[in-house]
Each structure stands twice: as C-alpha cells, then as structure tokens.
C-alpha cells in the first residue's frame, strides 16, 4: 500500500494528464498519460493510464516507481516501498 503523500502524486499526475512511466514489481514498464485513480473489478487501488488509444488499469500496491515524463514543478520520481 502507498502512503497518503504518494497518493498524492499520483493524483496531481492525473490532474495534469501528465506523460508518466510507472515500473511495477515483476519489472515491467508502462508509458502512457495519467488519466484518474479507480478500482478494479478486484477492489484493487489503481492507476488509470492511457497508451495510445488504450487505457490501463494499474493496481498501486504493485508499483515501485512513478516518473513524471513531463517537465512540472511537482515531482520527478518517486519511489514506492516494496
């Protein structure tokens, strides 16, 4: 689970349609916008993103890095705890 500041980041990611690449545990990578924060059909926290035209739902208890893609003022990287 992320921390309520974590949890932050990945909001303003979402509020600014940042470009973010996000690095999960089993390693894969994930480039795409940060669209909104939602639940799976799971109950899982999670990430929406969109790659190209399709969107993504990645669980947050999963993912060991947020990188903004986008220049801003907010944050570059942020690293979850595993």
């Known amino acids: 689970m ?6 932050d980041y990945l909001e ?3 509020l ?8 999960l545990r089993d390693q894969s990578v994930y480039e795409g916008v940060a669209q909104d924060t939602r639940y799976n059909e799971h109950h899982q926290e999670c990430l929406l993103i969109k790659i190209k035209q399709e969107e ?4 947050t ?3 060991v890095s947020l990188q903004a893609l986008s220049d801003n003022p907010h944050f570059s990287l942020i690293e979850f705890n595993a």
């Open 16 to 23: 600014y349609h940042f470009l973010v690449r996000i690095t």
């Open 61 to 63: 208890e999963l993912m």
């Open 56 to 59: 993504i739902l990645l669980p």
């Open 12 to 14: 303003i990611a979402c």
């Open 2 to 7: 992320i921390s309520c500041q974590q949890y």
